[in-house]
């Protein structure tokens, strides 16, 4: 049977990534507004997840990032600069200020973190609303054009559509790469226990601002994304509530895991566009889902899986013990 497994799990990612490129081809506007906002929320939940779920440092402003991101990418895409440019300079902005808001995190720890990089967040999102001749202040910045590349527009939602997904793997494949490179092992045992993690000669202040520059650029990535996405922003989406949302996306997937963004966003975006037959109790039964499965699992839904194939390991190696045991007590 485990002869199986790797190939039935590429197979079922080729399955899972044909879908998410040809199925879209018959959705209207809004699915496909939907769909790009899942992958836009998709990065900058990887980005938090880095943050929290590897590197164990509690964070509440990746709402905060995202803005950056997106104001960076609104202010200079609508004076002409293309959007690859864009994007970096919302990278670069944001791993600095990622970088300087991790040095807080040198020296507290768990829910004191969790109240300075919320007095952060606050701060940013006074910023976007008080700098007016920055940020447009409470009125945004509206037509925020889409990019064109190799001479195609991307002004429709299919197109552009594909280039949050295109954007998406481009990230899927670097986050996948860092978690299996020695940064990834450090972040893992920085999580674990800090201080063993130093005594084996691990710069845990460095990689504790790494794990912050780091997932702060990805939300950066996903505000410049989102920015042309709308089409217009404005202070009101990069409020707390975002960074609450994704700590949920976080949190619900399973946070430590590297498909649990995907999974927490498709839940927090998807799912109450699933539920909206309801009508006005959508939110309500979406609310009770969510309270429902973090009491039953905390660790999220990929929580359970890892649960299930850890007790089907342990019985496995069991009855392998067994079978052993019986075979000597046959010998002797």
């Known amino acids: 049977?485990?002869?199986?497994?790797?190939?039935?799990?590429?197979?079922?990612?080729?399955?899972?990534?044909?879908?998410?490129?040809?199925?879209?081809?018959?959705?209207?506007?809004?699915?496909?507004?939907?769909?790009?906002?899942?992958?836009?929320?998709?990065?900058?939940?990887?980005?938090?997840?880095?943050?929290?779920?590897?590197?164990?440092?509690?964070?509440?402003?990746?709402?905060?990032?995202?803005?950056?991101?997106?104001?960076?990418?609104?202010?200079?895409?609508?004076?002409?600069?293309?959007?690859?440019?864009?994007?970096?300079?919302?990278?670069?902005?944001?791993?600095?200020?990622?970088?300087?808001?991790?040095?807080?995190?040198?020296?507290?720890?768990?829910?004191?973190?969790?109240?300075?990089?919320?007095?952060?967040?606050?701060?940013?999102?006074?910023?976007?609303?008080?700098?007016?001749?920055?940020?447009?202040?409470?009125?945004?910045?509206?037509?925020?054009?889409?990019?064109?590349?190799?001479?195609?527009?991307?002004?429709?939602?299919?197109?552009?559509?594909?280039?949050?997904?295109?954007?998406?793997?481009?990230?899927?494949?670097a986050v996948w790469w860092l978690i299996r490179s020695p940064w990834g092992r450090a972040f893992m045992a920085l999580r674990e226990n800090p201080l063993r993690a130093q005594s084996l000669g691990i710069d845990t202040r460095r990689y504790t601002l790494m794990a912050f520059a780091i997932g702060s650029a990805l939300g950066g990535v996903a505000g410049a994304l989102y920015a042309p996405l709308t089409q217009y922003i404005d202070p009101v989406p990069f409020n707390l509530s975002l960074s609450l949302d994704l700590l949920m996306m976080v949190i619900v997937g399973g946070a430590g895991f590297y498909f649990g963004p995907f999974l927490g966003a498709m839940i927090a975006v998807l799912l109450p566009e699933w539920l909206r037959f309801t009508e006005g109790y959508y939110l309500m039964i979406y609310a009770v889902a969510v309270m429902g499965l973090l009491i039953w699992s905390p660790t999220g839904i990929l929580g359970i899986l890892d649960r299930y194939l850890a007790e089907r390991r342990t019985k496995a190696a069991s009855a392998l013990r067994a079978v052993a045991k019986s075979r000597l007590e046959t010998v002797q």
């Not at 990612?13 to 809004?30: S, T």
């Not at 600069?81 to 040198?106: K, Q």
């Open 1 to 173: 049977m485990s002869g199986f497994a790797k190939p039935l799990k590429i197979a079922l990612g080729l399955a899972v990534i044909a879908g998410l490129i040809v199925i879209p081809m018959n959705f209207n506007r809004y699915g496909l507004f939907i769909l790009s906002q899942w992958a836009v929320m998709s990065i900058a939940a990887m980005g938090l997840n880095l943050t929290l779920g590897y590197a164990g440092q509690v964070s509440l402003a990746q709402g905060a990032f995202v803005g950056i991101g997106a104001y960076a990418a609104a202010i200079m895409t609508t004076h002409g600069w293309p959007l690859p440019a864009a994007i970096v300079v919302a990278i670069a902005l944001s791993f600095a200020v990622g970088w300087v808001l991790g040095y807080p995190a040198l020296r507290v720890q768990h829910h004191y973190l969790a109240f300075v990089t919320l007095a952060f967040s606050t701060l940013a999102f006074l910023v976007f609303r008080n700098e007016s001749w920055l940020t447009g202040g409470i009125y945004g910045i509206s037509n925020i054009p889409r990019p064109h590349f190799f001479g195609i527009a991307t002004s429709k939602p299919l197109p552009f559509y594909y280039v949050c997904l295109g954007s998406l793997a481009i990230v899927s494949v």
